[in-house]
């Protein structure tokens, strides 16, 4: 450990410390030399007050001759590391002395980015003014804007105001075709992907490779996200260019309570393989419930679940294995009959008692 701190400036250090009188002493005697000498990450004393979170030390230590636009090893200034932190009053000592606002990294993100990333709303505030007029939709390397930032971390704050700035933020690609929608549904966050939709966001955009926000959702396995936006008219039958459905994704990566929030969607709709979301749950290594979930609630082409086959041929017991796997007792086929309308054509006492039992 004393190691790591072996070629640590003192000044440094004590600002990590948040030392404010300790600073001031070393400061005494300080040249512009030593104000701005650095450690092995090319991070300076200014660096680490933004960090964690101290203006006066900045202050202190921009009175001493800080360089207020000094970089890091990754080209990140201390205004950035003030917006990662979150520390406004550091973000604001910084601009009064002309810190570069929109000053890049090696990623290319600006100090918009990282307060956007990081939720420092308050921060993003007082990057505003000092910005040009093409800034709020700046990307970094990946085509990422600040609203790209906000919505796959989940900061709905932020991305409130970025939309109230920029409102053609909304629909922004990145460089694979991805809009904020699409991170936000990775990111599982509902308040995001309501805020984004009621902005103008397109439900059913593709990327690249043809996933929509659903796609993304799904394959994260963040239920929530799904029901929101199956809610919101997300479409559950558009393919990806591999043709795999939603339910194809939740399937393959073994989400089962995703399944259930897609249970409309065609459960014998193929990809470009001829794979079913069946087939892909009898493959994956994590699915098995979701293969017991489509063994009950696969569908013929008349519309009759196996429960449903279960009443019209009165077989009680298999109906009530069904209903023990969670079979909908409700569902009805093509022509408007659920399993109990089909029990009571039959006469199927026994049959009959168990789906009332069950909740018909």
Same mark, same amino acid.
Request: proline share 5%; with cysteine.
């Given at each position: 450990m004393l190691q790591e701190f072996e070629h640590v400036p003192d000044l440094l250090l004590k600002t990590l410390a948040r030392s404010t009188e300790e600073v001031r002493n070393l400061l005494v005697d300080c040249n512009a030399e030593d104000v701005n000498a650095q450690d092995p990450g090319h991070r300076t004393a200014l660096h680490a007050a933004a960090?964690?979170?101290?203006?006066?030390?900045?202050?202190?230590?921009? !009175?001493?001759? *800080?360089?207020?636009? @000094?970089?890091?090893?990754?080209? !990140?200034? =201390?205004?950035?590391?003030?917006?990662?932190?979150?520390?406004?009053?550091? *973000?604001?000592?910084?601009?009064?002395?002309?810190?570069?606002?929109?000053?890049?990294?090696? +990623?290319?993100?600006?100090?918009?980015?990282? %307060? %956007?990333?990081?939720?420092?709303?308050? @921060?993003?505030?007082?990057?505003? =003014?000092?910005?040009?007029?093409?800034?709020?939709?700046? $990307?970094?390397?990946? +085509?990422?804007?600040?609203?790209?930032?906000? *919505?796959?971390? +989940?900061?709905? #704050? $932020?991305?409130?105001?970025?939309?109230?700035?920029?409102?053609? /933020?909304?629909?922004?690609?990145?460089? !694979? #075709?991805?809009?904020?929608?699409?991170?936000?549904?990775?990111?599982?966050?509902? %308040?995001?992907?309501?805020? /984004?939709?009621?902005?103008? %966001?397109?439900?059913?955009? =593709?990327?690249?490779? +043809?996933?929509?926000?659903?796609?993304?959702a799904a394959a994260c396995g963040h239920v929530l996200a799904v029901r929101r936006l199956v809610s919101l008219g997300a479409d559950c039958e558009l393919t990806t260019r591999a043709g795999n459905t939603p339910l194809h994704l939740a399937c393959l990566n073994g989400f089962d309570q995703v399944c259930y929030e897609l249970a409309d969607a065609d459960l014998e709709a193929t990809n470009h393989f001829g794979q079913t979301a069946m087939h892909v749950s009898a493959a994956g290594s994590h699915s098995a419930l979701c293969l017991d979930w489509l063994i009950v609630h696969v569908r013929c082409r008349a519309g009759r679940t196996p429960l449903h086959m279960a009443a019209l041929h009165g077989r009680a017991s298999r109906a009530q294995t069904l209903l023990a796997d969670r079979a909908s007792v409700d569902a009805v086929d093509s022509a408007g009959y659920s399993p109990l309308g089909f029990g009571a054509l039959g006469g199927h006492q026994l049959l009959l008692e168990a789906l009332i039992r069950a909740g018909a």
């Open positions: 960090h964690v979170d101290q203006p006066d030390i900045a202050r202190l230590l921009l !009175q001493s001759g *800080a360089n207020v636009d @000094c970089k890091d090893a990754g080209w !990140q200034t =201390p205004l950035h590391r003030a917006c990662a932190s979150k520390s406004a009053g550091c *973000a604001q000592v910084l601009l009064e002395y002309q810190a570069d606002a929109n000053s890049r990294d090696r +990623g290319w993100q600006t100090p918009l980015h990282a %307060a %956007a990333a990081h939720g420092s709303v308050d @921060c993003a505030w007082l990057l505003l =003014p000092h910005l040009p007029a093409d800034a709020l939709t700046g $990307v970094d390397r990946n +085509g990422y804007t600040a609203l790209h930032h906000a *919505a796959l971390n +989940g900061q709905t #704050e $932020v991305a409130q105001l970025l939309l109230t700035k920029a409102p053609e /933020l909304v629909n922004i690609e990145d460089r !694979q #075709e991805r809009r904020p929608l699409h991170w936000a549904a990775c990111h599982g966050s509902e %308040a995001m992907l309501e805020l /984004l939709v009621r902005h103008g %966001a397109e439900l059913n955009a =593709p990327d690249e490779l +043809g996933f929509t926000a659903l796609h993304a």
